[in-house]
């Protein structure tokens, strides 16, 4: 039995096997041209690390689209951004704490999703990285530590509804990979 299961709140993987199989093709750039318009604010790339993201903003405009790249050596990662609501005062370090049924409830349901094995390219398994509205964004990797990236998104591929089987240690973000993001 896998600790990391009961953290992921939401079907993203039938969308994350579409990115493997190859049918969101040219997804990358597809996505990047998905902002919202050329006059939108410019991207911003989130490196990804064990278990950081060491260059994300305290704050973007909305409309900022977002990608990732992963500089680990082996881990796989990814950005699942949630706009927290208006009455969650809470910090994302202490829903982080919070047992896992909990936090799910907390969080609902993501706004966008992106994941990128390392050195490799951006999955965009939910949305395409652009965080519109306005608000506190809670930013969390939910990949269970010591996972094979191939192991982890070929069991995502077979996966129609819920988290793959896979087995690991305990999700990134209980390792630090978390971050708060205000989006004005
Ligand atoms: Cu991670």
């Known amino acids: 039995m896998s600790a ?10 039938a969308l994350a096997s579409m990115a493997i199989l190859g049918l969101t093709a ?22 990804m690390v064990d278990f950081d993201y060491p260059d994300l903003p305290a704050s ?19 950005v ?5 609501p208006d009455d969650e005062t809470r910090s994302v370090d202490e829903l982080a704490e919070l047992p896992p049924p909990e936090l799910v409830a907390a969080l609902g349901e993501p706004q966008t999703v992106l994941l990128a094995p390392p050195g490799g390219e951006m999955i965009p ?12 964004y809670g930013i969390f990797c939910f990949i269970p530590a010591g996972v094979d990236p191939q192991v982890y998104l070929a ?11 896979v087995e690991g240690g305990a999700p990134h973000f209980v390792l630090g990979m978390r971050a708060e993001l205000m989006v004005e």
């Open 155 to 165: 069991a995502a591929a077979e996966t129609e509804e819920g988290p793959p089987q």
């Open 60 to 78: 973007i405009p909305a409309g900022t689209q977002l990608t990732v790249t992963n500089d680990a050596e082996e881990e796989l990662h990814e």
């Open 4 to 13: 990391s299961r009961s953290y992921r709140p939401f079907p993203i993987l």
């Open 80 to 84: 699942v951004a949630f706009r927290l």
């Open 125 to 136: 398994a939910v949305g395409d990285g652009v965080l519109r509205q306005p608000g506190r």
């Open 26 to 47: 040219c997804g990358d750039d597809d996505a990047v041209a998905a902002t919202d318009g050329a006059d939108g604010p410019p991207p911003i790339e989130v490196t």
